[in-house]
């Protein structure tokens, strides 16, 4: 590791973290505004986090592929179409996967009618539990969790960090609005004229089919890194939520 990359992270576990976050932002944000708006195809991955993003982007060639780019500052400004368009056209990509775009999905697929979008799937208690595990590593990494704060916020009103200190309603309010996100989620990309749904698990038989969709070829498959977190905490929705009150909803897409 160099020192340039040790020194952002202890960085990244300081009260800087995010005075510097908000100074690279505003600095990448005025480049953002100065690109003129043009037509960039790029394919999306946008099912929420979580879901396998970081593989999809990073089995291409990262010259052309990019997981989350500019993601504080997409994040403060995701809702805003004419900062969308030019930041496409500042990326320049081929595919992106930013799981953040998917409480927008409807919008943003209006934005960009022509785009593929991707959605990939997964259980929806598994992915809970990945989400709750991958905050406690993040509360470890980074002093400001931006994420919690300008994502998941607007999901529900607890911070996924602070779930195993919650009391026994305020866990059943946290679990029943991740699994309405989830539920809202994929039942919208359903109705996205672009958008496809795959399973998390069948990615990887799946390659020549996501090759065709992204129009690009899969150089990375040995070192794709997939982000999962170490030491998984065991967790199930459905000891805080009554699974029936979700069955018929999450039936619609096999689970």
């Known amino acids: 590791m160099g020192l340039a990359v040790k020194t952002k992270k202890f960085l990244a576990r300081t009260p800087l973290h995010r005075p510097l976050l908000e100074l690279n932002s505003a600095r990448r944000y005025r480049q953002v505004m100065r690109t003129p708006i043009r037509d960039v195809r790029t394919?999306?991955?946008?099912?929420?986090?979580?879901?396998?993003?970081?593989?999809?982007?990073?089995?291409?060639?990262?010259?052309?592929?990019?997981h989350e780019p500019l993601y504080h500052l997409t994040l403060k400004h995701m809702h805003n179409p004419d900062f969308?368009?030019?930041?496409?056209?500042?990326?320049?990509?081929r595919v992106e996967a930013s799981g953040h775009f998917a409480i927008m999905a409807k919008e943003f697929s209006a934005l960009f009618p022509d785009d593929d979008l991707l959605?990939?799937?997964?259980?929806?208690?598994?992915?809970?539990?990945?989400?709750?595990?991958?905050?406690?590593?993040?509360q470890q990494r980074i002093h400001y969790h931006f994420g919690g704060k300008l994502f998941w916020r607007k999901v529900t009103r607890y911070a996924s960090n602070d779930f195993y200190r919650l009391?026994?309603?305020?866990?059943?309010?946290?679990?029943?609005?991740?699994?309405?996100?989830?539920?809202?989620?994929?039942?919208?990309?359903?109705?996205?004229?672009?958008?496809?749904?795959?399973?998390?698990?069948?990615?990887?038989?799946?390659?020549e089919w996501l090759e065709h969709l992204f129009n690009q070829k899969a150089v990375n498959l040995k070192h794709a890194h997939r982000n999962t977190s170490p030491g998984r905490k065991p967790f199930s929705a459905w000891d805080y939520v009554n699974k029936a009150d979700f069955a018929d909803a999450i039936g619609e897409f096999g689970y």
């Not at 969308?84 to 990509?93: G, I, N, S, V």
């Not at 609005?177 to 799946?206: C, G, Q, S």
């Open 119 to 138: 959605f990939t799937i997964r259980d929806p208690s598994d992915w809970l539990g990945s989400c709750l595990d991958h905050a406690a590593v993040m």
């Open 43 to 66: 394919a999306y991955c946008i099912s929420p986090y979580k879901t396998g993003t970081s593989f999809i982007a990073n089995m291409f060639d990262l010259s052309v592929s990019a």
């Open 84 to 93: 969308l368009q030019r930041r496409k056209a500042f990326l320049d990509l």
């Open 167 to 207: 009391g026994d309603e305020a866990q059943c309010e946290y679990v029943t609005d991740m699994l309405n996100f989830w539920v809202r989620t994929y039942r919208t990309a359903r109705t996205l004229p672009k958008a496809h749904i795959i399973r998390l698990h069948e990615v990887e038989e799946k390659i």
